[in-house]
């Protein structure tokens, strides 16, 4: 099926793995032109060299405050113009609630949370000129606690909220702006966390995986590349009556409505 997004301008921040990847591997297979933004140069330049469209690298900390203008104006210097804006950025730490340190917090939100804001902020002109589109990768967690996930939910949270503000906005300047909340996805990260459960409960990596899946209440875990397809969807023509939608990608993880 074509989704009309050939020729279009993605910028993708936290691309260098995991999602991120996925999703520029999949708009890349649109023909989308891509800015790829993540702190890793060298996982970027792999990436950019398999995307079979024109990809370019922009290697930076988005939780520097002038990182993201500055980011917008390399892919406006570019290519000329932006049509989309997918908001991957940020990996929350996890613990404790009394053992998370303010600069665990700060931490969070900088690179989760504001670098959607001044993501956004920056782009939004362009997105306006072009009726285009921001997709921000969010989590279930932020309409779902959990007592080691205070910084992740919290942080969550607020980017939910912050979409359906700028949904809100976009209705009558002609952004499309929606979010996706990935359930449990096999990236790196979740494997790691299977890995220490296993250590810590000595049993095998293959039991560790299967006692998390039964206790969120699902079977499988998902791939990064089914929220890539989502992300094309939500960035394609056959959304356009999408404004502010919260979509679950997560294997009926989520139980709330």
Not at 7 to 27: D, H, N, P, Q, Y
Not at 146 to 171: H, P, R, T, Y
């Amino acid at each position: 099926m074509d989704l009309k997004l050939a020729g279009k301008v993605a910028i993708i921040t936290g691309a260098s793995r995991g999602i991120g990847r996925a999703i520029a591997e999949r708009l890349s297979q649109e023909g989308v032109k891509l800015v790829l933004a993540a702190r890793s140069a060298q996982l970027l330049q792999e990436l950019a060299d398999a995307c079979v469209s024109e990809a370019l690298i922009f290697p930076a900390d988005l939780r520097n405050e002038a990182t993201p203008q500055a980011l917008i104006d390399f892919a406006i210097e570019q290519f000329g113009a932006l049509h989309l804006l997918v908001n991957n950025a940020g990996a929350t730490k996890r613990g404790d609630f009394l053992q998370l340190s303010e600069a665990d917090w700060q931490d969070g939100f900088a690179l989760k949370f504001f670098s959607t804001v001044r993501c956004s902020k920056a782009a939004w002109p362009h997105l306006r000129r072009h009726q285009g589109a921001i997709v921000n990768i969010v989590g279930v967690g932020g309409r779902t606690g959990s007592a080691e996930f205070a910084i992740g939910g919290a942080v969550n949270a607020g980017l939910l909220n912050l979409s359906k503000a700028l949904a809100d906005k976009g209705i009558t300047e002609g952004v499309k702006v929606n979010a996706i909340n990935p359930g449990s996805i096999a990236t790196d990260r979740l494997q790691l966390r299977i890995n220490n459960a296993a250590k810590e409960k000595n049993i095998s990596y293959e039991e560790a995986a299967q006692a998390m899946s039964k206790k969120l209440g699902v079977t499988r875990f998902g791939t990064p590349e089914e929220i890539a397809a989502a992300v094309a969807f939500l960035a394609s023509p056959l959304s356009d009556y999408c404004q502010g939608s919260m979509l679950d990608v997560d294997g009926g993880q989520t139980r709330t409505l």
